[in-house]
């Protein structure tokens, strides 16, 4: 279990403690499978609400000690469910602007799983640390199912000073929003973010061993669309115009039979759902006019057939300036987190760029961040020892 040391424990609920009003270090501690996240809301003395919490989630900001609100967020711990000693710290450095300010916990993972679980049913607690070593204790043991718990408010208002309130309240995320100032900010969106190349996440089977059906979208900034349309080819040489971007979502699969290819709009390889390879591109977005960018549906009920998918994406229109773009994957499964990866590297002049790797481990898919770009389809098969023969396509 989390150990629990602190001078001053607040068992009951409403229970009261000074704490001073300089700088304070609140930190979240777990050793159960489960990704709970530390989170900071406040009102401040002029009227001002918002938060501080994981930028895994959608809006999200790590804050800064530097700047209004003077909180900031070490990091996000537990993704995935894993277990071990999981810590997330909140430090604070100036309470003086803010009246009132809540320390909460989301339970990411059963929320995103539509469970409702008693927060007592993991072993965490919130240490709260003033700067002068006096430390005070939450234990997060609320009995009542939920999946938000405002664990400490800290009340700026009175002339004595900022005290610590133990509100050990449970809720769902309705009345969390609505009771909590600055909780509105918070959306309940994707926690797995793949930032740095290399990084991985393992899509979780359904009952009976399948994967459901796999969702891969592309979605980018499309500027301003082009009456003309040069080609991958004219991109390349150097004859794209400077207005909207086009961007292609395609893969390359392998099956566990060898049979090899590739899915994309150029050329008109669509693949199929139902049959082999059982990865279906759902059109192409020849205008940049769908606000939901491409869409490539995989069939994770048979996974056992494929070996490995490799996700990208080219300029197929538009000055090959991926900055401009602004691309973003994000990877959909029934009933678990989106997975993100952003194409954050800037490659001018290089039109291809692959994005993401499945691969088939032990009856799964895991995905790997890749972000590495290439100037065309050859460079990037040899670079993945995939072996496919490239002609010359259009679309």
Not at 8 to 14: A, F, H, P, S, Y
Not at 93 to 108: G, P
């Amino acid at each position: 279990m989390a150990e629990l040391k602190a001078k001053v424990t607040l068992k009951e609920k409403g229970e009261e403690a000074y704490v001073s009003l300089k700088q304070l270090m609140a930190s979240l501690k777990w050793t159960a499978a489960v990704d709970l996240d530390l989170m900071a809301f406040y009102k401040a003395k002029d009227g001002r609400v918002g938060g501080v919490f994981s930028d895994n989630y959608a809006g999200g900001s790590m804050g800064s000690l530097n700047s209004f609100p003077f909180i900031q967020l070490s990091g996000d711990a537990g993704v995935g469910a894993t277990g071990g000693e999981n810590e997330e710290t909140l430090r604070i450095t100036k309470l003086d602007d803010l009246a009132e300010l809540y320390i909460c916990t989301i339970n990411f993972t059963d929320a995103v799983g539509n469970r409702d679980r008693a927060f007592s049913s993991y072993d965490a607690h919130v240490l709260v640390v003033d700067d002068k070593g006096e430390s005070v204790a939450v234990p997060l043991d609320s009995t009542e199912p939920g999946t938000v718990a405002a664990i400490a408010k800290i009340d700026n208002t009175g002339f004595m000073g900022a005290k610590m309130i133990n509100e050990n309240r449970v809720m769902d995320m309705a009345t969390f929003q609505k009771t909590i100032p600055g909780a509105n900010t918070l959306k309940l969106s994707s926690k797995v973010v793949l930032q740095r190349k290399g990084d991985s996440a393992t899509l979780k089977a359904k009952y009976g061993g399948g994967l459901g059906e796999i969702l891969v979208n592309l979605n980018w900034n499309q500027g301003q669309p082009q009456p003309q349309k040069k080609g991958l080819l004219g991109t390349l040489l150097g004859g794209g115009q400077s207005g909207g971007i086009d961007l292609d979502l395609g893969c390359l699969f392998e099956m566990t039979t060898g049979e090899k290819g590739a899915i994309q709009p150029l050329g008109n390889a669509f693949g199929a759902f139902d049959r082999s390879p059982y990865i279906l591109h759902c059109g192409d977005d020849r205008t940049g006019a769908w606000s939901s960018g491409e869409n490539m549906r995989i069939n994770g009920e048979r996974l056992g057939e494929i070996k490995r998918i490799l996700v990208y994406a080219y300029i197929y229109e538009g000055v090959a300036n991926w900055l401009e773009a602004d691309g973003i994957v994000t990877i959909m499964q029934s009933g678990a987190p989106d997975i993100v990866v952003a194409l954050d590297e800037a490659r001018n002049k290089m039109a291809m760029c692959a994005i993401a790797l499945f691969e088939n481990i032990g009856d799964t898919f895991s995905v790997k961040k890749v972000v590495q770009y290439f100037s065309g389809q050859p460079e990037m098969d040899r670079a993945f020892n995939w072996g496919l023969q490239w002609v010359a396509g259009s679309k």
